[in-house]
């Protein structure tokens, strides 16, 4: 099974600052089958970026993935206050799927 | 459109089985994998396998295997996850989540409202 490894565990930035979140995989993940997802409470996780670097219908340009084989980032340009919340990597590659384990981007 | 409506909010004793069910409508059912994911208080996102429909085949993660039994019912659009012998560290929130056209591999657009199952004596 692919284990994934998200870092930081908690970024704390404000309101326009550049978000930079890391998602390392165990071994490589197969076609850069890597997806990213906003959480936030009571609410169904959201799909920002599939394929690595794709952006999902409707997702706001300030976000963009990039990455192959084992390291992958996720990256917010500029900040908005919607945008506080908790983001998981998962890899889709393998006959299992796994996730991360979150980071959470708070106000600071 | 998609929408993907799941049963209610349970509670039940360790030992337990438990039957989640996801009612699919807005697509052809056929066509799409569906997932379950779940998330335990505190905790992060939690893969636990996928059905595919057309072929009835199903893929578990490791640490579930031997527990969870996932079926589908063809005339009704509907999935069922089901669980058995519950512990406390089963109690989180339950996603269906729809996976892409033809792989049973695949990110997910279309969630659940997810169900919350409480483990406890």
């Known amino acids: 099974e692919i284990v994934l490894t998200q870092s930081p565990g908690t970024l704390s930035l404000s309101p326009g600052e550049r978000a930079t979140l890391s998602c390392r995989a165990s071994?490589?993940?197969?076609?850069?089958?890597l997806a990213w997802y906003q959480h936030k409470p009571g609410q169904a996780p959201r799909l920002l970026i599939y394929?690595?670097?794709s952006r999902a219908t409707g997702i706001p340009d300030r976000f963009s993935g990039s990455g192959s084989g084992t390291d992958f980032t996720l990256t917010i340009s500029r900040l908005e206050p919607e945008d506080f919340a908790v983001y998981y990597c998962?890899?889709?590659?393998?006959?299992?799927?796994?996730f991360g384990q979150g980071t959470k981007v708070e106000i600071k | 459109q998609v929408h993907l409506v799941q049963s209610g909010a349970e509670v039940k004793e360790p030992g337990a089985s438990l039957r989640v069910s996801c009612k699919a409508s807005?697509?052809?059912?056929?066509?799409?994998?569906m997932h379950w994911v779940r998330q335990a208080p505190g905790q992060g996102l939690e893969w636990m396998g996928v059905?595919?429909?057309?072929?009835?085949?199903?893929t578990y993660a490791q640490k579930l295997q031997g527990r969870i039994t996932m079926a589908r019912d063809t005339s009704t659009s509907t999935v069922y996850m089901e669980l058995s012998s519950l512990r406390s560290e089963d109690t989180a929130v339950y996603y269906c989540?729809?996976?892409?056209?033809?792989?049973?591999?695949?990110?997910?657009?279309?969630w659940g409202q997810g169900t919350l199952v409480t483990v406890s004596s």
């Open positions: 989540a729809r996976g892409r056209l033809g792989y049973t591999s695949s990110w997910y657009v279309y």
């Open positions: 807005g697509y052809t059912f056929n066509s799409y994998s």
């Open positions: 394929g690595a670097s």
């Open positions: 059905i595919s429909p057309s072929r009835d085949t199903t």
């Open positions: 998962q890899q889709y590659g393998s006959s299992t799927g796994t």
């Open positions: 071994q490589s993940v197969s076609s850069s089958y």
